[in-house]
């Protein structure tokens, strides 16, 4: 069965330098809780980050996946006076790496949304010069959630350009790291407490419902996200969420559960968990389901399985493993 990942990663190193003291700041011992080498979770070796070629290809064979959708890291905690030019150039890396492998890489955009014009300008480019199919943004920006008014030209333009916002996780805002986060802990437990094993996810299930309270869906009905990690939370609460903020309260459009079915592709993330599965099927519907790893902080070696294992009629999994992302990204079958 072809299989088509969307949160596959890579680092570059110019991007990270210059973001990593923003991300320092916003979590301190984050370097620490995943440096390589540690053998703790999510923390592959520098190689296998910064490959583009033949060895992430030669993995993606063994394990049975077809294409990878490629994105970058870091790029929302770069400083606004270098975010452009850094972009821009990492993008430029990523179209020549689709370029080298078009059967097996597609690519989201980066995006300096330190500079929301040029962050909109830059998503045009690499849409229609470069192919990609959409873009990926890490969390907040200068702390600030998408509905803020001044990121309305990235919104906007990904709307008019019809290609999805992967709402990727980023790490929260310094003043909510200290308050929920920190508090006589061990600050490797504090670092991950905060990212990958809890706030990463809250912040970002927070940052969707926040675009959707806001408005934003009513002002750009046809703007798709994509949430990782089953969703970042939002299906497992969807019912409560909109038994508390029924439209007499928020004066939307819709109630909140119709823009999470029709504005939102969700994908596991890596997390494979048959039970996690079943539940967001019966919730969200197959065709809101996309398939991802996150290569390399997790290996690709329990994606086929997982798949084989899902008790889904066989069309059902078929678009979870391609059908859907070909469909959204306009990816060839």
């Given at each position: 069965?072809?299989?088509?990942?969307?949160?596959?990663?890579?680092?570059?190193?110019?991007?990270?330098?210059?973001?990593?003291?923003?991300?320092?700041?916003?979590?301190?011992?984050?370097?620490?809780?995943?440096?390589?080498?540690?053998?703790?979770?999510?923390?592959?070796?520098?190689?296998?980050?910064?490959?583009?070629?033949?060895?992430?290809i030669?993995?993606?064979?063994?394990?049975?996946?077809?294409?990878?959708?490629?994105?970058?890291?870091?790029?929302?905690?770069?400083?606004?006076?270098?975010?452009?030019?850094?972009?821009?150039?990492?993008n430029?890396?990523?179209?020549?790496?689709?370029?080298?492998?078009?059967?097996?890489?597609?690519?989201?955009a980066?995006?300096?949304?330190?500079?929301?014009?040029?962050?909109?300008?830059?998503?045009?480019?690499?849409?229609?010069?470069?192919?990609?199919?959409?873009s990926?943004?890490?969390?907040?920006?200068?702390?600030?959630?998408?509905?803020?008014?001044?990121?309305?030209?990235?919104?906007?333009?990904?709307?008019?350009l019809?290609?999805?916002?992967?709402?990727?996780?980023?790490?929260?805002?310094?003043?909510?790291?200290?308050?929920?986060?920190?508090?006589?802990?061990?600050?490797?437990?504090?670092?991950?407490?905060?990212?990958?094993?809890?706030?990463?996810?809250?912040?970002?299930?927070?940052?969707?419902?926040?675009?959707?309270?806001?408005?934003?869906?009513?002002?750009?009905?046809?703007?798709?996200?994509?949430?990782?990690?089953?969703?970042?939370?939002?299906?497992?609460?969807?019912?409560?969420i909109?038994?508390?903020?029924?439209?007499?309260?928020?004066?939307?459009?819709?109630?909140?559960?119709?823009?999470?079915?029709?504005?939102?592709?969700?994908?596991?993330?890596?997390?494979?968990?048959?039970?996690?599965?079943?539940?967001?099927?019966?919730?969200?519907?197959?065709?809101?389901?996309?398939?991802?790893?996150?290569?390399?902080?997790?290996?690709?070696?329990?994606?086929?399985?997982?798949?084989?294992?899902?008790?889904?009629?066989?069309?059902?999994?078929?678009?979870?493993?391609?059908?859907?992302?070909?469909?959204?990204?306009?990816?060839?079958g």
């Open positions: 069965m072809r299989i088509i990942a969307l949160e596959e990663h890579f680092l570059d190193l110019d991007v990270a330098r210059a973001s990593r003291p923003e991300a320092e700041r916003l979590s301190p011992g984050s370097t620490a809780a995943y440096a390589p080498g540690t053998g703790y979770p999510y923390t592959p070796a520098p190689e296998v980050l910064l490959d583009l070629g033949e060895g992430r030669a993995d993606m064979d063994a394990h049975g996946i077809s294409v990878q959708v490629l994105s970058t890291l870091s790029t929302q905690q770069l400083p606004a006076d270098v975010a452009v030019e850094l972009v821009r150039k990492v430029d890396r990523t179209a020549a790496a689709v370029a080298a492998h078009p059967d097996r890489f597609a690519a989201f980066a995006l300096p949304t330190a500079v929301p014009e040029a962050a909109a300008d830059e998503l045009a480019r690499a849409v229609g010069e470069l192919g990609f199919v959409g990926m943004i890490n969390g907040r920006t200068g702390g600030g959630f998408l509905d803020e008014p001044r990121f309305d030209p990235v919104l906007r333009r990904s709307a008019e019809r290609v999805p916002i992967y709402l990727h996780p980023g790490v929260p805002p310094v003043e909510t790291s200290r308050s929920n986060y920190e508090g006589g802990l061990d600050p490797i437990v504090t670092a991950r407490l905060q990212t990958s094993a809890w706030g990463w996810h809250v912040e970002t299930g927070t940052h969707f419902l926040h675009l959707v309270l806001a408005g934003v869906f009513d002002r750009y009905p046809d703007l798709q996200l994509v949430l990782g990690h089953w969703g970042e939370m939002v299906p497992f609460y969807l019912e409560r909109e038994e508390a903020l029924p439209q007499r309260i928020t004066h939307l459009d819709r109630p909140v559960g119709d823009y999470f079915r029709e504005n939102v592709h969700i994908t596991p993330s890596g997390m494979f968990n048959q039970a996690q599965l079943r539940f967001c099927v019966e919730t969200v519907g197959v065709d809101r389901i996309m398939f991802s790893v996150d290569y390399p902080m997790l290996g690709n070696d329990g994606a086929r399985a997982f798949l084989r294992e899902a008790d889904l009629p066989p069309l059902a999994m078929e678009k979870i493993a391609h059908l859907n992302a070909e469909r959204l990204l306009g990816l060839p």
